[in-house]
């Protein structure tokens, strides 16, 4: 085992920042410690499972690993954890000290009332429990004469808000909720849960359904809840301090195309909104009708794609709230399906795009087609009918060339001549 090289490659500088230390069976292996070791922290603080980090992102939270007898020192800095979690797209906070209060009401009960602190109702237990593990307390009204003469079901029904906050004043509350809970006659032992959150001027804070098993929804409704009380506290906004990343309005975003240019499309805050992968997308028609669910869920309509990969498509979209409201959004709606951190799927696709039956698609025939073993015959073709054909022949005469006529002299003659001449 080469342990010793590859711990001091993970050691690092010491800082001033809070570490902790976790120690794991060296037996597990160094990855599956320090994973299990960041998720055993990590859960402590965080709303949303952390289980689906894996190692290249929980390393960036290491200070040091070292080998000490039978198990693995694993150092975290956690300011580097809570900004592992908030990059990944998972909330996480210090909780609320206050408790919140819960008007709640069972409309599948003959006497649908509201569930006072003194119940004995599974739901509200479940609820209490899964909010203590996501860092506040839930309060449920004592339902005495007071409450009596200003609250009823139909005042939770009816979405009396202003009548609710004044009920919740007596309870020293900064946040309070109204719910109602309905049983599923047709499904057995799954139940549809609505509610809402409020602060305790009756504002309107966020909203949710969940749908299915009371363990279920009070999991989900819990962590749904827990995610609006932190994006409306003074404490969560001094807990993310300066590491916060500032978004700005949709009008005052970054240019799209320049973004579209940066080597790093990493999804989740960026200035001017959040980056999300959507997966399922088969047709083009898609692109609009996404744009326009944002819009229904009160985004901005200037939504702009800015890559296409092999998983899906990158999304920018324009937001000057908190990224997770988008994240709580995305995770519930209908139209979407939350897959991996900062990755969503859609659900409603049009479909992929196909020829017409009768385009370019190839069809067997019963016509025979015309061959020829013409080159049996040496290259001759043939046929049954007479063929006339007049040939033009041209024939050049070749004339011998004429003979030089040479005069033959007699050359005595000619000499004896020539003496005469020359005696003279």
Not at 44 to 57: F, N
Request: aromatic residues 6%; glycine residues 6%.
């Amino acid at each position: 085992m080469k342990f010793p090289y590859l711990l001091a490659a993970l050691a690092v500088v010491s800082s001033a920042n809070a570490a902790v230390t976790v120690h794991k069976d060296v037996s597990i292996g160094m990855d599956a410690a320090i994973v299990e070791a960041f998720n055993e922290i990590a859960s402590k603080q965080a709303i949303d499972d952390t289980g689906v980090l894996q190692l290249d992102r929980v390393k960036d939270a290491v200070s040091s690993v070292k080998l000490n007898g039978e198990n693995f020192e694993i150092t975290f800095d956690e300011t580097k954890i809570s900004s592992v979690l908030r990059d990944s797209g998972i909330a996480c906070w210090s909780g609320l000290s206050e408790p919140v209060l819960v008007w709640m009401t069972d409309v599948s009960s003959q006497d649908s009332s509201i569930i006072s602190a003194d119940s004995s109702s599974f739901i509200m237990k479940s609820l209490i429990d899964d909010a203590k593990s996501c860092q506040y307390n839930l309060l449920f009204p004592l339902m005495d004469l007071d409450d009596l003469q200003n609250v009823n079901d139909q005042t939770v029904l009816s979405h009396s808000d202003k009548l609710l906050a004044k009920a919740s004043a007596r309870y020293g509350v900064k946040f309070f909720i109204s719910a109602a809970l309905e049983k599923n006659s047709e499904v057995e032992d799954q139940v549809t849960f609505k509610w809402n959150v409020f602060d305790d001027q009756g504002k309107i804070l966020g909203n949710g359904e969940n749908t299915g098993s009371v363990e279920e929804i009070s999991k989900s409704a819990t962590k749904d809840i827990a995610k609006i009380l932190m994006n409306n506290t003074i404490d969560s906004q001094a807990q993310q301090g300066s590491n916060i990343i500032p978004l700005t309005s949709a009008d005052e975003q970054q240019n799209a195309s320049a973004v579209a240019q940066e080597e790093d499309l990493s999804l989740g805050p960026v200035k001017g909104g959040v980056r999300v992968l959507f997966t399922g997308i088969d047709n083009v028609a898609d692109y609009p009708a996404i744009s326009k669910t944002l819009v229904m869920y009160g985004y901005e309509s200037d939504v702009n794609v800015l890559a296409y990969q092999d998983s899906g498509v990158v999304f920018m979209i324009p937001t000057g709230s908190s990224p997770l409201i988008l994240d709580g959004t995305l995770s519930h709606a209908g139209e979407f399906t939350k897959i991996a951190p900062w990755t969503y799927k859609y659900n409603k696709s049009h479909g992929s795009v196909s020829a017409d039956g009768k385009t370019g698609t190839v069809t067997k025939t019963t016509e025979q087609i015309i061959t020829t073993d013409i080159d049996k015959y040496n290259g001759q073709a043939y046929t049954t009918s007479t063929v006339e054909r007049t040939t033009e022949i041209t024939q050049e005469e070749v004339v011998p060339a004429a003979k030089s006529n040479v005069t033959l002299t007699d050359d005595l003659e000619y000499s004896d001549n020539r003496k005469g001449s020359l005696g003279n």
